[in-house]
């Protein structure tokens, strides 16, 4: 008998107690073992449309509802025993007459009247808005998998009442209409035949899933709030199993599942190659760290996979390759850098170059793509760098960089990206450690990693993916991928459905960034056409007159989410950077909630509210998510804006404020609040417009 578990079941399982979760889990695991066992307690639902929708018992009160057929058993539905029976007397499973695939349908009948929710703002005074479907045909909204007894619904639907009427959809449906409202073509899964199991159609991958063996139900089940490990959205799945002939790339806006399709595609990777060892990398320690628990999800019932998939961050992967093939590395400070930088200027004639230039020379372009000689130097292109110099004053700055390069080899220090040359030096044309590797957050790749990814990828087919977001680009400057060795034109996908904000926070941080962003080769990412399938509150934006004032709305704020239910471990709370940290702390102390203030080795902690900079925001969501200190001069921050040298450069970091702004908001779920005292960022007039 197929055995099967749908994201329903798993959705509702995670709403239930600890030990009621036991009890279900329990039940599950004995009815996959044996449904026909005389100590199940099947009944059937007399007022349930679907008659073949039965209730189990899994305890006093407790009822799963399954769908049971001669050949199969769906597990559908966990609840208390009234609002498990309810919810089976609403819908039913049936296959779609159009596209063949398997849905569970609500039925229309039962449900009110839909309306415009209570979080949408609607003028007092308002002219009837425009049906958006009603000149589609019964074909065009069946071929995108709407159900036939919704056809008259969507007719009617307008703009206000669209993503409410989307909620009693199967996703496919929902994901399509919300597409074209925002006049987008949907692409859709195309129809499979009436012979074929309706189970197989992509659309029904990603909402029921087989389960092959107690191990696999076990994994579904433990993490049921991590759904993202079972379940696959069609446009996920191509990009995880998709054969590429050179590197690969998946792109998208915050929340879109870049990270979910990096983790299956490390894992379809070692599964498909028994005898390859896969890399999982990512920026920082903190998200390798994140991504490891995750991966623990999703290979929990395969631990041998674990044997040859490593995650770690590109600096620990780094400096292990390096103490492997060389000696362990001794890694400049910044400090001793400024040092050296100082010393040589005192050597040489290059007065009208302010001490921040020289730094960011260094930084951004002389160690950054390991320039060490003259000639390296005079001939670059200094992507990057607006500033314009002739050849005179570059040898002026090369006796500079001349002299810090010769000081750190004096004192057997390299920095990071001397390291990573290195490295790229010695896999080049060499058998990498390595068969595939796999890049989260790639945005932020620096030139020298970049090289030292190439060596590794060797430029076979498969070897390298990347997933990233330009408008998350907080740390690097633009640099051209295809230079260095990596081609993505022609390999990469964006994807458009985010499942983590809901539809007002996006639209609204989505007005921080452009429309469309472009790199230095010209890949394209548009950010029209991105949909979020739920709707929430319109976010809150509060300029107050002074930081007491700011402290009392955030902390009141905070203790309503409490009041509406959330969990401490639910809340995050960003600031610009770490001078601010003490107004988060404030605010969340007033609201009397524990709290952790994380940095690279404190991560959160179930029972407490994270406090950090939104440097640390990456790879974070929460339900509810307030951004603090949003005054002038903190966010785009001064002293940054101070140590640019030439205007020419002043685009390029405000870009990256905003888009730090960006990140910050787009940790949120449901609630976002937004504060500064006056005068307030400028960014701020941007996100309330």
Not at 2 to 18: E, K, Q, V, W
Not at 492 to 501: E, G, H, M, P, V
């Amino acid at each position: 008998m197929d055995f099967r578990i749908a994201d329903t079941f798993t959705d509702s399982l995670a709403r239930l107690t600890g030990e009621e979760q036991k009890v279900v889990k329990t039940t599950a695991f004995d009815l996959q073992l044996d449904p026909a066992s005389p100590g199940m307690q099947f009944h059937r639902l007399e007022r349930a449309k679907d008659r073949r929708f039965w209730s189990v018992r899994a305890s006093e009160d407790i009822r799963l509802i399954v769908h049971r057929t001669d050949r199969s058993l769906l597990l559908c539905y966990v609840d208390h025993h009234d609002a498990a029976y309810s919810w089976a007397e609403r819908r039913r499973l049936s296959v779609h007459p159009k596209t063949g695939a398997a849905q569970l349908v609500e039925i229309r009948e039962t449900v009110r009247e839909i309306t415009v929710p209570k979080h949408v703002e609607v003028p007092l005074a308002t002219v009837s808005k425009p049906r958006l479907f009603a000149d589609f045909s019964d074909d065009d909204l069946l071929s995108y998998g709407v159900p036939n007894e919704w056809l008259g619904e969507v007719r009617e639907v307008n703009e206000d009442s669209l993503l409410e009427l989307a909620l009693h959809l199967p996703s496919e449906a929902a994901e399509a209409l919300l597409s074209l409202a925002v006049g987008e073509t949907p692409e859709v899964a195309p129809a499979i035949a009436a012979d074929e199991d309706p189970f197989d159609h992509p659309d029904a991958q990603r909402r029921f899933r087989m389960m092959n063996n107690v191990e696999e139900l076990e994994r579904a089940l433990e993490y049921p709030w991590d759904k993202w490990a079972v379940f696959l959205h069609p446009a996920q799945r191509e990009l995880v199993e998709r054969s590429f002939n050179g590197p690969g790339r998946v792109s998208g806006s915050a929340g879109t599942g870049k990270t979910v399709v990096a983790l299956h595609r490390a894992v379809y990777l070692a599964r498909s190659n028994p005898d390859a060892r896969v890399l999982l990398t990512t920026f920082s320690d903190t998200l390798a760290h994140a991504l490891k628990a995750k991966l623990v999800s999703l290979i929990s019932n395969e631990p041998h996979l674990g044997e040859r998939l490593e995650v770690h961050s590109m600096q620990a992967i780094g400096l292990r390759l390096y103490e492997l093939n060389f000696d362990r590395p001794n890694i400049v400070s910044a400090e001793i850098i400024e040092q050296l930088l100082t010393d040589a200027v005192c050597k040489a004639e290059v007065e009208r170059f302010s001490r921040r230039f020289l730094l960011s020379e260094w930084l951004d372009v002389v160690d950054a793509w390991q320039l060490g000689t003259w000639q390296e130097y005079r001939d670059v292109l200094r992507l990057g760098r607006k500033t314009r110099l002739p050849e005179k004053q570059r040898a002026a700055l090369w006796a500079v960089f001349d002299r810090v390069q010769a000081g750190l080899k004096n004192r057997n220090l390299i920095t990071y990206s001397q390291l990573f040359s290195q490295l790229a030096s010695q896999f080049a044309g060499r058998p990498s450690p390595f068969e595939f590797v796999v890049v989260d957050e790639a945005q932020d790749v620096s030139v020298a990693q970049l090289r030292f990814l190439a060596a590794l990828g060797t430029g076979c087919p498969n070897s390298l993916f990347f997933a990233g977001d330009l408008g998350q680009r907080i740390f690097q400057q633009p640099f051209s991928w295809k230079a260095l060795g990596v081609d993505v034109r022609g390999r990469s996908r964006t994807l458009r459905i985010n499942y983590r904000t809901s539809h007002q926070i996006r639209a609204q941080a989505d007005r921080l960034l452009d429309p469309e962003l472009t790199d230095v080769d010209g890949n394209s990412e548009q950010r029209r056409g991105t949909i979020s399938v739920f709707n929430g509150p319109v976010p809150v934006i509060r300029v107050r007159g002074s930081q007491d004032e700011e402290t009392n709305t955030v902390s009141q704020w905070l203790a309503e989410r409490l009041g509406e239910g959330m969990a401490p471990h639910e809340i995050g709370v960003f600031v610009r950077s770490a001078a601010e940290i003490e107004r988060a702390r404030a605010a969340v102390e007033r609201a009397g909630i524990p709290f952790k203030v994380l940095d690279e080795r404190v991560g959160t902690a179930s029972g407490h509210a994270s406090i950090s900079t939104m440097h640390l925001a990456k790879g974070l969501e929460f339900r509810a998510v307030a951004v603090m200190a949003c005054d002038d001069e903190v966010i785009p921050l001064q002293e940054r804006i101070e140590a640019i040298a030439d205007e020419a450069d002043l685009e390029e970091a405000y870009n990256t404020e905003r888009q730090l702004l960006y990140v910050a908001c787009t940790r949120a779920r449901d609630n976002l609040l937004v504060t500064g005292v006056k005068p307030e960022s400028e960014f701020l007039h941007d996100l309330s417009v």
